[in-house]
């Protein structure tokens, strides 16, 4: 059984395209659409801390949503993942992103919004989602729980599954498969990079891409 950091070591020298093409292969679920970099910020790979938002239905004060989450969180393999958020309003912002950075917390992805964002940026926290406002989530949106399974852009989320986010979005892997997708996608990037090589070295772009190149990787990953 591999540690927690050679798991987390092997998934950040990869990336989300791998990630997602192994998925494919495995015909598992995991790749999102839509959650990208809310400033330019550095990849982040971890495992899922999970938080459910919801509307506010009353006017009772309420401790502020994900702050909870936050402050239990006592390792620094953590990735927020942050469903239930609402087109035009926050659930993230600069006063959270302070705090979870001083939590060790590796960054956040939330299906939803941030505000703030300059001041997740100036501290180097990292932001992925869907968009920025800067409309606040204060008496709109309440946390309704966390460390259950989520719905985030389409996919299940679990506690604890692996997260890795780039330029190019999110993917999320589930935590009974990490070690198969790790090994096909280094499998997959290896190929990859000789499939590059031998465009730039003259082959055929159109012999170099056919499917049955593809094929081949399949191959490889039932043997």
């Known amino acids: 059984m591999m540690s927690q950091s050679t798991i987390l070591d092997r998934l950040a020298a990869i990336d ?30 971890g495992r899922a801390s999970t938080v459910q938002l919801g509307p506010k239905t009353d006017a009772a004060p309420t401790v502020h949503l994900i702050s909870p989450v936050i402050a239990e969180i006592d390792s620094n393999d953590r990735v927020l993942v942050i469903a239930g958020g609402v087109d035009g309003i926050s659930c993230w912002g600069d006063i959270l992103a302070n705090a979870a950075q001083m939590k060790g917390i590796r960054g956040s992805v939330i299906d939803g919004m941030s505000r703030d964002i300059d001041g997740s940026a100036s501290i180097d926290y990292p932001v992925y989602g869907r968009g920025v406002t800067m ?27 692996y997260v890795i986010a780039d330029n190019c979005g999110t993917v999320f892997v589930p935590a009974a498969h990490i070690e198969e997708v790790l090994d096909l996608a280094e499998r997959i990037a290896r190929r990859q990079d000789g499939m590059v090589q031998a465009v730039r070295s003259g082959r055929s772009v159109e012999e170099v891409m056919h ?13």
Request: glycine share 8%; charged share 20%; net charge negative.
């Open 135 to 161: 409309i606040s989530a204060r008496n709109r949106v309440i946390q309704l729980s966390s460390g259950q399974a989520i719905q985030v852009a389409g996919v299940t989320v679990h506690e604890n599954d």
């Open 211 to 223: 499917d049955k190149e593809f094929e081949a990787i399949k191959v490889g990953a039932a043997q």
């Open 16 to 45: 989300t395209n791998t990630v997602s093409d192994a998925l494919d292969f495995l015909r598992l679920p995991g790749a999102t659409f839509g959650l990208r970099p809310l400033w330019d910020c550095p990849k982040i790979v």
